[in-house]
């Protein structure tokens, strides 16, 4: 199995795990003399097993990508970690810029003035820059993600 299926089937089973969770929920609790539509205790064997499965996908999932290396030397483990904390730097970069760009209302001259305090222009460059590195490391574990073979 590639790690990319692991991934999709990781991905189905949390789906999984959260329908199995609303079902038992809805049934629960019935009306004295009254049957659930379906047999609580086949929903928790069910849960029981996608629950077990998807233990043993994270566990491969984690220990492949310690192991196996993009082309550039670094392990998947690491280059998903980058990509995330780029993924936070963009987030805070668009954050300023949207706060810098909102409009300051004054309805008198004599109403105090808020300036920007940085060049809105550069952060848009480093934010642009952030995500056209965020694509291209996205994109190179993608590419991995599709030739690796699960470490089972």
């Keep these: 199995m590639k790690l990319a299926e692991a991934l999709v089937e990781r991905k189905a089973a949390q789906t999984k795990i959260g329908e199995l969770n609303e079902r038992l929920q809805r049934i629960i609790l019935v ?7 379906e047999q609580p205790t086949t929903l928790l064997q069910e849960l029981d097993d996608v629950v077990h ?12 990508n310690v192991q196996v290396q993009l082309p550039d030397g670094r392990s998947i483990m690491a280059a998903i970690a980058q990509r995330d904390v780029v993924r936070m ?10 706060s810098a760009s909102s409009p300051q209302f004054r309805t008198r ?6 300036v920007v305090t940085l060049d809105i222009a550069q952060l848009h460059r480093e ?5 056209r590195a965020y694509r291209e490391l996205d994109t190179a ?5 599709w030739s690796a073979d699960l470490v089972e």
Aim: aromatic residues 2%.
């Design 31 to 37: 009306q004295e003399g009254e049957q659930p539509a």
């Design 53 to 64: 499965r998807l233990e043993a996908l994270i566990v491969a999932i984690n220990r492949t």
């Design 89 to 98: 730097q963009i987030g805070v970069l668009e954050t300023l810029i949207r």
């Design 109 to 114: 001259g004599s109403e105090i003035k808020f």
């Design 127 to 131: 934010r642009d820059q952030l995500a």
């Design 141 to 145: 574990i993608q590419a991995v993600n």
